[in-house]
């Protein structure tokens, strides 16, 4: 495997750092609207959770279609309980990442991925999002 993939320690890092960061934001405004987008700062923080367990359903299913997910997290958590909702779902994307063979294959919306991609895309979205919140 080379070094240059990404990988399921790639996105538990980028997890801890996110949270390291959007933690000490607790006691803000989280209905603050962020700039440039139609969501505040927790349909963001949402929208991030919904995107890990989302990879992670499809990644280890090898769907090859769109797939109908649950994944929106309970309406009346806090934010407290939406950063656990963020460590606990991309904890177990990082694991399906783990468990994937390297043939593994998904349906994303761009295309067929590997685990690969999927981490890329996880960090991509925790690492974007966490700079729309922050801005916000």
């Known amino acids: 495997m080379s070094s240059a993939l990404v990988t ?3 996105v538990v890092a980028t997890r801890d750092l996110v949270l390291g960061f959007l933690r000490p934001l607790r006691g803000r405004d989280w209905q ?19 995107t890990q367990l989302w990879y992670a359903a499809h990644l280890a299913s090898r769907a090859t279609r769109r797939l109908a997910v649950w994944r929106d997290a309970s309406p009346g958590l806090d934010v407290d309980g939406l950063l656990d909702n963020l460590e606990a779902h991309t904890s177990v994307l990082a694991a399906v990442i783990r468990d994937a063979p390297p043939e593994a294959r998904s349906w994303h919306n761009s295309g067929m991925t590997d685990a690969s991609g999927y981490s890329a895309m996880a960090c991509s979205e925790l690492l974007v999002h966490t700079w729309d919140i922050g801005r916000a």
């Open 8 to 10: 399921a320690d790639d």
């Open 32 to 50: 603050t609207a962020v700039p440039d987008l139609e969501w505040n700062c927790e349909e963001t923080l949402r929208h991030a959770i919904n």
